[in-house]
T-cell receptor, first 119, second 113 residues
Framework: KAGVTQTPRYLIKTRGQQVTLSCSPI?????VSWYQQTPGQGLQFLFE???????NKGNFPGRFSGRQFSNSRSEMNVSTLELGDSALYLC??????????????????FGPGTRLTVL | QKEVEQDPGPLSVPEGAIVSLNCTYS??????FMWYRQYSRKGPELLMY????GNKEDGRFTAQVDKSSKYISLFIRDSQPSDSATYLC?????????????FGKGTLLTVNP
């Protein structure tokens, strides 16, 4: 079974530009989460989508947005890029996680990430 | 104070050593505790997860959770050069609509042959 795929793998942009990153989840997975990873802040949650609806959002400015399509593929967009947006952007897919305690954790499978460099 | 604090390392050990990786947390709502391993230029992969306090063993890896102290650990026995990676602890609360994983910053481990 193919894993989570992310495109592109590497991207270089300049300040002020916008960027769109793509994530294709594992077949059958309906939940997609996005994370930003930097040396200074580590892995931080951006947002999570399920059935084309954003269910959770992290503490990032409105320049960061996302969407999910009917085939569960997801995109995230960053507008008006800043130098501090340089990071590894990871997406993870899973079945919906449990809503009641005591059930098995539904593993999130991560893609290899998109390395974004803002100059 | 960050919700999850992880010993930053880096950690360098000889092959065969026992490795101890640790995280503390402040949010009592966290109920699931995970350890992820991330090799260079790869996404994190789940090593172990646990729900209750106590120990959980899987081969050379043992995850330990102490909810009363808000402290989790990962022990690696007989460490191998292939264990060289960044180890991330992660936590999630259950119930309601909160599905986000909260990660520690990660500890870079190098196992020297």
């Amino acid at each position: 079974k193919a894993g989570v795929t992310q495109t592109p793998r590497y991207l270089i942009k300049t300040r002020g530009q916008q960027v769109t990153l793509s994530c294709s989840p594992i077949s059958g997975h309906r939940s997609v989460s996005w994370y930003q990873q930097t040396p200074g802040q580590g892995l931080q949650f951006l947002f999570e989508y399920f059935s084309e609806t954003q269910r959770n959002k992290g503490n990032f400015p409105g320049r960061f947005s996302g969407r999910q399509f009917s085939n569960s593929r997801s995109e995230m967009n960053v507008s008006t890029l800043e130098l501090g947006d340089s990071a590894l952007y990871l997406c993870a897919s899973s079945f919906p996680p449990p809503t009641l305690p005591g059930l098995s954790y539904n593993e999130q499978f991560f893609g290899p990430g998109t390395r974004l460099t803002v100059l | 104070q960050k919700e999850v604090e992880q010993d930053p390392g880096p950690l360098s050990v000889p092959e065969g050593a026992i490795v101890s990786l640790n995280c503390t947390y402040s949010n009592s709502a966290f109920q699931y505790f995970m350890w992820y391993r991330q090799y260079s230029r790869k996404g994190p992969e789940l090593l172990m997860y646990t729900y209750s306090s106590g120990n959980k063993e899987d081969g050379r890896f043992t995850a330990q959770v102490d909810k009363s102290s808000k402290y989790i650990s990962l022990f690696i026995r007989d460490s191998q050069p292939s264990d060289s990676a960044t180890y991330l602890c992660a936590m999630i609360s259950a119930g309601g609509s909160n599905y986000k994983l909260t990660f520690g910053k990660g500890t870079l481990l190098t196992v020297n042959p």
